[in-house]
């Protein structure tokens, strides 16, 4: 099954004709994805990897039953892009942007959950169900099919975490990106409720930074709910992090003791989640519980 | 994080219509003598302008007679405030105080929503306000996009104890306020202490602004102002200018990674070895040459003892990243132990590159980390 993405699902990249979106458009149709359009005002009747361009989302999405869409365009063109694709009826929306004002996001963010749509990011890689599809810039090559779900704030160390478990022989059913951004779509606890459900899904992945209080709200969660064994990794938990100040992430800034790595390491060994200060002690524990 | 100095925020406050003491600003060039000459007034509060919090402590505040002034200000400028020196100082109007409130508005990062933090005990420290006095503390949410108008603030005026002419005065500053913030791209504003004087006006006699750096396309008066280019060393601005997140820290080795979360994971396996990050190098989700390159000109400058580049090639083919760390070592003379681990498309024949070429190359993380670790401790 995996979770939110299929081989069925059919995709849009909204900015197909750009540097970024032609690229990324390309390893997703390489992957196997169902790239049916691309978007890019202007520019329809166009192809880009053999792939029809509109002019708006509205006519991708009348000529091809699209019900996803990922958005390639500048941060300063994000917010029109994203509320054109939930206005045409899209239900899964993922932006890859960095840099989008925070107000944005958060219209975006509001927008989507009275519309019923699934956003993932901004600022973020994506998702991919490994051998299957992928949204995104997720590596392909990285990744395995298995049972292995994966939710992250980052994006490199996803990337990281991935090839640690395909080096282990340890496949994964879905790897989420989230976003580095403080304000951002589905989160943890979306993302853990989904993984719950998920019969292929058989260990959690969660992968956390400094700032903000999604690790929190998970921990919580987990508690209550989550049955799977759940492993967390939290990035800057070294005593070099300066408080206030911003590691590149918007979302990575200490706020507070509740938001630094090490409190939020206590707060879900506390609610059982098996916790780990290298990325790569991940696979190991993995294999203990599956023992 | 895109603080502005209060001397800017009050400016900005004074543009869109929330009242603010009349002020002036000495920036330390003209003559002290003559400039408080100039504002002829009795007493002044003395500002020292400074992006970092504690001022107070810090003796950078303090109500002085003109007499006093001029030996004052000589006493603060160049005085250095958590790293850097202060520049300018601000000589406001004093204020004849009848009660301090504190009000701030946000964005909510947790819900999405614009959040409002007041209390009827302003001019204190507002968390030590929460925990001991719970009761004093007011919060309001209202949508990302919503429409200031003054009625939405007239129960939180309430609470506040404000009535009649100065409850008109409160939801007017309130809408003020939004209409800034919303048509700013500011993520919080904050005045502690709102002050009501003794002539029942209310005046915001503190101001705190931070503005969202994402949005500086679109705000370019203050993307432009000096407390956004104040707020990084000359090295973090020219890193910022080339694209890169650049943060000094205080520890041996020099970084350079890919995405802020493997950055801030590459920091913490350093010190999982036993030694520390110089610095905090994010040059972005995909590595290419000439950011690579950027990136070692700026470590070169500074003082380490060695080097770990972590990055994953993204568009760019790893072989063409090695290729551009072999040259730009030659360039730059960089003399220092220096550690790659390569990850992405090409990454073998990168690999390949860098070791032919005498530099210790991974494809691994854990390895490549203990290696420049052992390196700078003296080991081969």
Not at chain 1, 24 to 42: E, L, Q, W
């Amino acid at each position: 099954m995996a979770i939110l993405l299929d081989e069925n699902t059919k995709v849009i990249v909204q900015g197909i004709t750009g540097k970024q979106g032609s690229f990324h458009a390309k390893s997703m149709i390489d992957y196997g994805t169902k790239v049916v359009a691309g978007v890019t005002p202007g520019k329809g009747g166009e192809e880009v990897h053999g792939v029809p361009v509109f002019d708006s989302v509205k006519e991708a999405v009348e000529a091809t039953n699209a019900e996803a869409s990922v958005i390639f365009v500048p941060a300063p063109f994000v917010y029109s892009a994203a509320m054109e694709a939930i206005d045409a009826g899209i239900k899964l929306l993922v932006i890859i942007t960095e840099g989008v004002p925070v107000k944005d996001s958060a219209r975006i963010r509001k927008k989507c959950k009275e519309a019923n749509v699934q956003l993932i990011g901004p600022n973020c890689p994506g998702l991919i169900t490994p051998g299957k599809s992928k949204i995104g810039i997720i590596p392909g090559q990285i990744c395995m099919p298995g049972n292995v779900g994966i939710v992250s704030r980052s994006g490199t160390l996803t990337y990281e975490i991935i090839q640690n478990l395909t080096l282990n022989g340890l496949g994964q059913s879905t790897c989420v990106g989230l976003g580095g951004d403080p304000v951002h779509g589905i989160d943890f606890t979306e993302a853990l409720e989904m993984f719950e459900n998920d019969e292929q899904t058989e260990h959690i992945i969660l992968v956390g930074e400094i700032g903000g209080t999604g690790e929190q709200e998970a921990a919580e969660l987990i508690k209550e709910k989550i049955t799977k064994p759940v492993y967390a990794f939290i990035a800057g938990n070294g005593s070099w992090v300066k408080p206030g100040k911003q590691m590149g992430h918007a979302g990575a800034i200490v706020q507070g003791e509740s938001g630094t790595a090490k409190a939020k390491m206590e707060i879900l060994s506390k609610a059982g989640v098996v916790t780990v200060r290298t990325p790569q002690e991940i696979p190991e524990k993995i294999k203990e519980k599956s023992n | 994080m895109g603080m502005l100095y209060e001397y800017e925020a009050k400016e900005l406050f004074r543009k869109h219509g929330i009242p603010t003491p009349a002020n002036k600003l000495y920036e330390n060039k003209e003559s002290i003598d003559e400039f408080v000459k100039e504002i002829n007034q009795k007493t002044f509060m003395a500002k020292g302008q400074a992006l970092a919090g504690g001022r107070g402590k810090a003796g950078l505040i303090k109500k002085v007679s003109a007499e006093e002034a001029e030996d004052y200000i000589k006493s603060i400028i160049g005085k250095d405030h958590k790293g850097k020196p202060i520049q300018q100082v601000m000589l406001e109007e004093p204020m004849t105080i009848a009660k301090e409130y504190y009000l701030a508005i946000m964005i909510n990062n947790a819900t999405g929503n614009y959040h409002v933090l007041s209390s009827s005990m302003g001019g204190v420290d507002i968390e030590s306000v929460a925990k001991e006095h719970p009761e004093a503390i007011f919060r309001q949410d209202l949508p990302i996009d919503f429409e200031p108008l003054p009625y939405q603030f007239v129960d939180l005026g309430k609470k506040l104890g404000f009535q009649g002419r100065v409850l008109n005065q409160f939801t007017n500053i309130m809408v003020k306020m939004f209409s800034m913030a919303i048509s700013k791209d500011l993520t919080l504003v904050e005045i502690n202490p709102l002050i009501l004087t003794e002539d029942n006006k209310l005046i915001a006699a503190d101001a705190k602004v931070v503005v969202d750096k994402n949005a500086y396309y679109r705000n370019k008066d203050l993307a432009q102002l000096k407390s956004q280019i104040d707020q990084y060393t000359e090295l973090e601005l020219e890193a910022t200018e080339a694209g890169i997140s650049y943060v000094e820290l205080d520890g041996e080795i020099g970084i350079i990674a890919c995405g802020a979360g493997l950055s801030m994971a590459t920091c913490d396996l350093l010190e999982y070895y036993g030694s520390s990050p110089a610095n905090f190098l994010d040059v972005g989700g995909g590595a290419d040459r000439e950011k690579v390159h950027k990136a070692l000109d700026i470590l070169s400058r500074e003082k380490i003892k060695g080097i770990f580049i972590n990055v994953f090639g993204g568009i760019t083919r790893c072989d063409e990243v090695a290729h551009g760390i072999i040259s730009a070592k030659e360039e730059l003379n960089i003399d220092v132990p220096m550690v790659i681990r390569l990850i992405g498309t090409n990454d073998k024949e990168g690999i390949k590159i860098l070791e032919e070429n005498g530099f210790h190359a991974f494809g691994e993380m854990k390895p490549a980390a203990k290696k420049i670790v052992e390196l700078i401790k003296g080991g081969n």
